[in-house]
Structure formats: C-alpha cells, structure tokens
C-alpha cells in the first residue's frame, strides 16, 4: 500500500492496469488517457510480455510519455502496420480496453448513436471495431463518468455484443467472445455466472448505494470490496515516467 495520497485517477489507472494482468505477449488496445497510462504501467510492472504501440505503427518495449510517439522517446521493438492489426485481432492475440457510451446489465455497448435510429439525438463514432473486438478476443470497458446516461436497461444500437447475446447464438463463431470488467470512477464492476453485470470492489471513499444510484439496472455484488491504492513504485512511474503533465486527472477529476 501507499504511503502517498493517491487521487481517484491513479487509483483508476491502477485499477485498469490490474485488468492487463495474465494476458501474457498480446497486443495491447487502450482507447482513453486512462487505459492508456494503464496499459503502459503494466508493461513496465506486472506484464512485461504486453505489447505496446505508440498509438502509431512501432511498438515500444519502454514507451515515451503520454501523448508521445515514438520520436519522443521509448524504446522502438517492433513495426506493425495497420494492415496487420486486423491479423493479429483475428488471431485473437489483442486485448482492448474500449470506452462505451450505452452499456447495459449483460455488457451489450453502444458507441454508435442515441435515440430513434430515425431521429438520433446523438450520432457518435459508429460501431468501429467493437463488434470484431467482442467475438474474438478479450474486451473490457472503461467508463470516465459512471451514470444511468450510460448503464442503461437496453442500449439503443448493440456495438459490443453482450453475454447474452453472446450465450444465445447457436453457431462457433462466438466461441472466443470474452468480456473481462468494466472500469469506471466509481468502481470495478464484474459478471456473475448469469453474465449479469455485479459490483467487484468501490474505489476508496465510494458508497455502494451510490454506485447503485447512479447504474440504471440492479447491480449485485459485495459492499466491503475496495478497489486497491497504487504503490509508490506505481505513484512514481504514473507521475514521473508516464503522465507528468497530469492529463489523467482531466479524465478523471478530483
């Protein structure tokens, strides 16, 4: 544990580096300031084998500071196009953490638009590449604003395809379909046997009814988990190594 005080955006980053954690020399997918910094903390702490890219074509076996490439810094061990991207997720050595907008209780996620598919009231990203992310290869979810806008019933375009969905298609091409966690500011939030979402452990100083308040679906799970605080060997490489200009605390405030 910590002797420092550590805000709710490193405990966040710790807590979506954890979710890296065993998934061995497979590419590392992080959308967002927070995956991001987490993915590369694993590297450097309890997965060395996840591989990096700079967010361009090099992966970096010790990656430059947030928001740099690898003319900024890091070590270069590796090219790989965007043309092969799609290979290795096929092969299903990827690992992503992606955001969602919509999320329901089985981790169906929407990233493509709110409201009447008519009239939207929002048009978002579109579906990318959620789809080919949750049939072949590991998918988590990190939410910066934990709030019924975004754990709702039924989501109203189903990007991600959920355990649900997943559980009731009856051919093999779903066989590899693997949601992990969904990360927030508020919390860890699991599947139970039923792939129900379910509280894993609340941040320090998060109140269970107030995850549950601000989830638009009953949510299971413990009241006594508590999500852990970085190290300082964490606290140094997040502050120090790889976000010295502090933008995770933009993503996720104080």
């Known amino acids: 544990m910590s002797v420092l005080a550590a805000t709710r955006a490193e405990v966040c980053v710790v807590a979506c580096s954890d979710a890296w954690r065993g998934s061995g020399e497979v590419l590392a997918h992080a959308v967002g300031t927070v995956p991001t910094i987490s993915a590369r903390l694993a590297r450097l702490t309890h997965s060395p084998d ?23 810094g890091g070590t270069v061990e590796g090219w790989l196009p965007f043309r092969s991207v799609f290979d290795v ?7 992503s953490m992606m955001g969602a907008s919509q999320i329901d209780r089985y981790g169906n996620q929407n990233i493509s638009r ?18 080919g992310n949750t049939v072949n290869h590991r998918t988590d979810y990190w939410v910066a604003r934990h709030s019924p806008r975004v754990f709702v019933e039924a989501v109203d375009v189903v990007c991600g395809v959920g355990n649900d969905r997943a559980r009731a298609h009856r051919t093999r091409s779903l066989r590899f379909h693997d949601l992990g966690v969904v990360l927030t500011n508020l919390a860890v939030l699991g599947y139970d046997a039923e792939g129900r979402l379910e509280i894993r452990t609340l941040h320090p100083g998060v109140r269970v009814d107030e995850v549950r308040a601000q989830t638009g679906f009953p949510l299971a799970g413990p009241v006594d988990g508590v999500t852990r605080v970085p190290t300082d060997e964490e606290l140094h490489l997040i502050r120090e190594v790889l976000d010295p200009r502090g933008l995770r605390d933009r993503e996720v405030p104080g």
């Open 89 to 95: 997720l096929n092969a299903g050595r990827r690992h």
């Open 114 to 131: 709110i409201g009447d598919p008519q009239r939207p009231k929002r048009q978002l990203i579109g579906a990318r590449g959620a789809p």
């Open 50 to 72: 996840l591989v990096l890219s700079d967010g361009e074509a090099f992966l970096m076996s010790s990656p430059p500071p947030l928001g740099g490439t690898a003319a900024d």
